[in-house]
């Protein structure tokens, strides 16, 4: 097998990871200097008005289509986002529960044009009983961003325990390092493609960490398996060609699982609607950069604490 000098290239992958980190951030900057948000906060964060309403149209369509309940929910629920569009509200989740109720939340709405509102929806879709108009207030979106930032703050803490505990501190700081570059990239890559930053885009941050964090533990594993083999650990350079060595044993198995992966996200994204759009689009970030990452920055970063360890 032919040994790939990766740790060698360190400053190339680094500094493709900072251009684009910093294009994004550059984005955010000149956003705030025209006092606008330098993300695009979503319902869930900025508040917003929350209708529930029981259609009768829809109550119709389930009695004539029983055995295709989901693909006449998927239907309806695209209907009625274009009706919202068409009336200007590009902001809005959608939802029908179990009850077969439709849950509408959209940025906030003052009485007059919610109830303006609901009379383009009646004349389009049929008549319906409203059950509920409710107000999402900012002060919940800033409860849900703070426990946003307390939920990722404890996965990397904990995630810094167990592969401290599993390998050395050496490996754990890396994979933080890495844990970091990814959330950094998404987050960047989300500003550049005013990507809507909800509950859906936390769950998919997660996920990908997770993602991550399991490609790179894979990777770490063949590091220290190698390492049994190699005489002088003090060696820097006995141990940057080990490295390389670990880096091209799992190469193919990276990039086969990620192919895999990107290929169902993408399928996703192409066929699965707007209503997982987003969500996917996140994971399809991520597990590009996850990939990229477990590579070319947890590794070197590796070899460099390892040098100042011994």
């Not at 895999?260 to 950069?289: D, H, K, N, Y």
């Amino acid at each position: 097998m032919k040994t790939l000098k990766i740790i060698e290239k360190k400053n190339l992958w680094l500094l493709i990871s900072l251009i684009v980190i910093g294009l994004g951030f550059w984005m955010m900057f000149s956003r705030s200097l025209k006092s606008e948000p330098i993300l695009n906060y979503g319902i869930d964060f900025l508040g917003g008005t929350s209708l529930i309403l029981k259609s009768d149209s829809l109550n119709k369509q389930h009695e004539i289509n029983p055995d295709n309940v989901e693909n006449v929910n998927m239907k309806f629920i695209e209907s009625i986002r274009h009706t919202l569009i068409n009336y200007g509200i590009d902001k809005s989740t959608i939802q029908i529960t179990g009850e077969k109720e439709v849950l509408i939340k959209t940025l906030q709405l003052k009485d007059a044009k919610s109830q303006d509102l609901l009379n383009v929806i009646r004349k389009e879709h049929g008549d319906f009983e409203v059950l509920e108009i409710d107000f999402i207030g900012p002060t919940i979106g800033k409860e849900l961003k703070e426990k946003s930032y307390l939920i990722i703050i404890f996965v990397v803490l904990f995630l810094l325990v167990y592969i401290t505990f599993r390998f050395e501190w050496v490996y754990g700081v890396s994979a933080i390092l890495a844990l970091l570059h990814d959330g950094l990239i998404t987050l960047s890559l989300s500003s550049i493609l005013h990507l809507e930053i909800n509950t859906a885009f936390v769950a998919g941050l997660l996920t990908v960490l997770g993602y991550s964090i399991n490609d790179t533990i894979v990777i770490f594993d063949r590091v220290r398996e190698n390492q049994k083999s190699l005489v002088e650990e003090s060696d820097t350079q006995s141990f940057i060609a080990l490295t390389n060595l670990s880096l091209s044993q799992t190469l193919t198995r990276t990039i086969n699982t990620s192919m895999t992966t990107l290929i169902v996200i993408t399928s996703l994204i192409l066929f699965g609607g707007p209503t997982i759009t987003g969500f996917c689009t996140v994971l399809l970030i991520g597990v590009i950069s996850g990939t990229y990452s477990s590579l070319f920055i947890a590794s070197p970063f590796v070899v460099m604490f390892n040098r100042f360890s011994k």
